[in-house]
């Protein structure tokens, strides 16, 4: 009996196992984007570079991409200056109409009812300002009003500050943070040359690119304010994004003369390449629901 009862809990055991495993695999996605005939076109495959498959195939470049809170959906930029939200299962997609258009770079919130966007109403590529925009109700708030170019925002975790880019005529081009209401803004770097392609994990620690070294590279920027260089590469490295663990990071590099999307696990400093697209792939960004609310 004591025999019998070992073989069931190892077999229970294996089964979990296999579970999580799958659990994993399926739940555990990167949309990127790869260049396809004569656009850039939406593709979603595993973390580990498995079932690859390409989502979209509309006739215009697609140069933005978030995940929606579900993981089934995304949403898209376009060159020029639409959105839409994007089912990766079905593939079909729905025009989402702002109260203001031409925007590039808009980006999800955490609970899908919100987009920020970078946008200039003054007709100058030289003034953009962040915005965020409440979908439910077109509600639009301007979060920044400084000089310069303001860019590229990005949600932390909480839903309470939009990280962004911020370039105000100097030799720097660094990062920032807006209280979602408008009344708290902080430089998170200062003066470093040029900072682009932000990242946060899921508990806020931060991920960029950098040519403070020389070149582009991989930088991680923790709480206490400190920053590593994490990649170390003749190539560019660029657009990081973290995996739900804080233990990888996927980036696109130039590093074999084509952009492509590589994985790196941060303590082992294992590189992986996981896309092999000739012409090129590049702006991943990584989903992933917690194993323990499955199970």
Same mark, same amino acid.
């Given at each position: ?10 077999? !229970?055991? !294996? ?20 260049? $396809? ?6 593709? $979603? ?24 809170? @579900?993981?089934?959906? +995304? ?28 925007? +590039?770079?808009? %980006? ?17 590529? @030289? ?21 310069? !170019? ?49 990242? +946060?994990?899921?508990? @806020? ?84 629901? %917690? ?5």
């Amino acid at each position: 009996m004591n025999k019998l009862r070992h073989k069931l809990i190892i077999g !229970l055991y !294996l089964l979990l196992v296999l579970q999580c495993a799958n659990a994993e695999r399926v739940n555990n996605k990167i949309a990127y984007l790869a260049h $396809v005939g004569n656009y850039w076109q939406v593709w $979603v495959m595993n973390a580990d570079g498995s079932q690859q498959r390409q989502v979209t195939d509309s006739k215009y470049d697609k140069s933005r991409i978030s995940w929606y809170p @579900d993981g089934v959906h +995304l949403l898209i930029n376009d060159n020029n200056g639409n959105l839409y939200k994007l089912n990766i299962n079905t593939r079909e997609s729905v025009e989402i109409n702002l109260p203001i258009k031409g925007t +590039l770079d808009a %980006s999800v919130s955490p609970d899908g009812h919100y987009i920020a966007f970078s946008l200039s109403v003054a007709d100058s590529i @030289d003034n953009n300002h962040i915005w965020i925009v409440n979908v439910d109700n077109n509600k639009l708030s301007k979060l920044t009003n400084m000089g310069g !170019l303001q860019h590229e925002p990005v949600w932390s975790s909480n839903q309470q500050w939009i990280y962004f880019l911020s370039n105000t005529g100097s030799q720097s081009h660094d990062i920032l943070r807006v209280s979602i209401d408008g009344k708290i803004k902080e430089q998170i770097t200062s003066n470093n040359l040029y900072n682009f392609d932000i990242s +946060l994990s899921k508990k @806020d620690k931060l991920a960029y690119s950098s040519n403070i070294s020389g070149n582009y590279e991989i930088w991680i920027k923790q709480k206490n304010g400190n920053a590593s260089q994490l990649t170390f590469n003749e190539g560019i490295d660029s657009r990081p994004t973290w995996s739900e663990d804080e233990k990888s990071i996927v980036f696109e590099s130039f590093r074999k003369g084509t952009m492509n999307i590589y994985k790196m696990k941060i303590n082992e400093k294992q590189v992986q390449q996981l896309t092999f697209h000739k012409v090129g792939a590049r702006f991943p960004v990584w989903w992933s629901h %917690s194993i323990e609310d499955k199970l």
